[in-house]
């Protein structure tokens, strides 16, 4: 008998110090592009920024996540009296995936609109990274009316209409939060699972060219593509009773093909029609610049610094006209 309690008590020694040596090779290799910690539990969501968190991704970005969870400075709430605020929701490229603070189209739009407008402008970046629209509307509706935003603008990318189940409950919130979001070891092995689930939906519709292209032509018809249009409803309808301007900004997905986006864009089109959205298309801004280095890198398909640039540029006028304040006299000569 306490032959075997010894082998038990050794083989959970043993087990603890292997978990523990992989997760410290996988944080000293840095397999993971930043840290999981980056993220904490949220009981609807699934998952959400972790208000406080300061750290470096493996090529040297600097993420901070401000002190109500969100990637942009800091502000102040309730709003100072004046001040025009816009908030933008989005996933990981709203949120700059792969390019410092600074360099995201909210930033610039910032800088670009503080000079020609006559009254204090912040532009709140809301973007969490793997977001779905209908956690964009969650958020909204429960967090970001808070803020007390003037603006909000939407920016759609292809796969927001696609959306993960979530574990729900206050034990496996707890749970994410001190140990999934804690641990380099579960974090990668959930990447892992998803790249490997990915891989093998793309091979068998015969490539990821193919299969992506396959997605989108098909995209009205989507298992998610309902639930997504639902939630722009939800986002539109909360803004309009709020006394908001709102805007549904595309994000184009092959700048080669535009004929890829226009299911998606008619669909999106209708719901702005429907909702008072001002709809946008940024793939016309981008097409000049087709053929010019506009990701991350290779292997990191997100807008670099230079896209967002020009993003930032496309949506610019929409957003001005919207805060409706009036120009500086400098800017309106």
Same mark, same amino acid.
């Given at each position: 008998?306490?032959?075997?309690?010894?082998?038990?008590?050794?083989?959970?020694?043993?087990?603890?110090?292997?978990?523990?040596?992989?997760?410290?090779?996988?944080?000293?290799?840095?397999?993971?592009?930043?840290?999981?910690?980056?993220?904490?539990?949220?009981?609807?969501?699934?998952?959400?920024?972790?208000?406080?968190?300061?750290?470096?991704?493996?090529?040297?970005?600097?993420?901070?996540?401000?002190?109500?969870?969100?990637?942009?400075?800091?502000?102040?709430?309730?709003?100072?009296?004046?001040?025009?605020?816009?908030?933008?929701?989005?996933?990981?490229?709203?949120?700059?995936?792969?390019?410092?603070?600074?360099?995201?189209?909210?930033?610039?739009?910032?800088?670009?609109?503080?000079?020609?407008?006559?009254?204090?402008?912040?532009?709140?970046?809301?973007?969490?990274?793997?977001?779905?629209?209908?956690?964009?509307?969650?958020?909204?509706?429960?967090?970001?009316?808070?803020?007390?935003?003037?603006?909000?603008?939407?920016?759609?990318? !292809?796969? %927001?209409?696609?959306?993960?189940?979530?574990?729900? +409950?206050?034990? &496996?919130?707890? #749970?994410?939060? @001190? *140990?999934?979001?804690?641990?380099?070891?579960?974090?990668?092995?959930?990447?892992?699972?998803?790249?490997?689930?990915?891989?093998?939906?793309?091979?068998?519709?015969?490539?990821?060219?193919?299969?992506?292209?396959?997605?989108?032509?098909?995209?009205?018809?989507?298992?998610?593509?309902?639930?997504?249009?639902?939630?722009?409803?939800?986002?539109?309808?909360?803004?309009?009773?709020?006394?908001?301007?709102?805007?549904?900004?595309?994000?184009?997905?092959?700048?080669?093909?535009?004929?890829?986006?226009?299911?998606?864009?008619?669909?999106?089109?209708?719901?702005?029609?429907?909702?008072?959205?001002?709809?946008?298309?940024?793939?016309?801004?981008?097409?000049?610049?087709?053929?010019?280095?506009?990701?991350?890198? !290779?292997? %990191?398909?997100?807008?670099?610094?230079?896209?967002? +640039?020009?993003? &930032?540029?496309? #949506?610019?006028? @929409? *957003?001005?006209?919207?805060?409706?304040?009036?120009?500086?006299?400098?800017?309106?000569?």
């Amino acid at each position: 008998m306490k032959r075997r309690a010894a082998g038990l008590a050794l083989a959970i020694v043993s087990i603890g110090v292997c978990v523990l040596l992989a997760e410290w090779v996988l944080g000293a290799a840095q397999i993971l592009e930043i840290s999981p910690q980056v993220h904490r539990g949220h009981p609807r969501r699934g998952y959400q920024p972790r208000a406080g968190f300061d750290g470096i991704t493996k090529f040297g970005i600097r993420v901070h996540i401000n002190s109500i969870g969100l990637r942009s400075p800091e502000i102040a709430v309730p709003k100072p009296p004046g001040t025009k605020r816009v908030l933008v929701l989005g996933d990981s490229v709203a949120f700059g995936w792969g390019v410092a603070e600074e360099e995201t189209f909210s930033r610039r739009l910032e800088r670009a609109l503080r000079p020609q407008l006559a009254c204090p402008v912040e532009v709140v970046d809301a973007g969490v990274t793997g977001y779905a629209t209908v956690d964009e509307a969650d958020y909204f509706t429960h967090e970001g009316l808070a803020v007390e935003p003037d603006v909000v603008l939407v920016y759609y990318v !292809e796969n %927001d209409n696609v959306s993960f189940s979530h574990v729900e +409950g206050a034990v &496996a919130n707890f #749970l994410k939060d @001190w *140990v999934v979001f804690r641990s380099n070891l579960i974090s990668a092995g959930l990447y892992a699972w998803r790249l490997n689930h990915w891989r093998w939906q793309a091979s068998a519709a015969g490539g990821d060219r193919a299969a992506y292209e396959a997605e989108q032509r098909a995209w009205d018809s989507r298992p998610g593509t309902a639930a997504s249009l639902a939630a722009l409803h939800e986002i539109g309808s909360a803004a309009k009773r709020r006394g908001m301007r709102a805007i549904l900004a595309s994000n184009p997905n092959r700048l080669s093909d535009r004929s890829i986006d226009e299911v998606r864009n008619r669909r999106l089109r209708e719901v702005a029609a429907s909702d008072d959205f001002v709809f946008v298309d940024v793939g016309p801004a981008l097409v000049p610049y087709e053929g010019r280095n506009l990701a991350v890198s !290779e292997t %990191d398909r997100h807008p670099g610094g230079f896209a967002h +640039g020009v993003i &930032a540029e496309a #949506l610019l006028p @929409w *957003v001005r006209d919207a805060l409706a304040c009036p120009l500086r006299p400098s800017a309106a000569r």
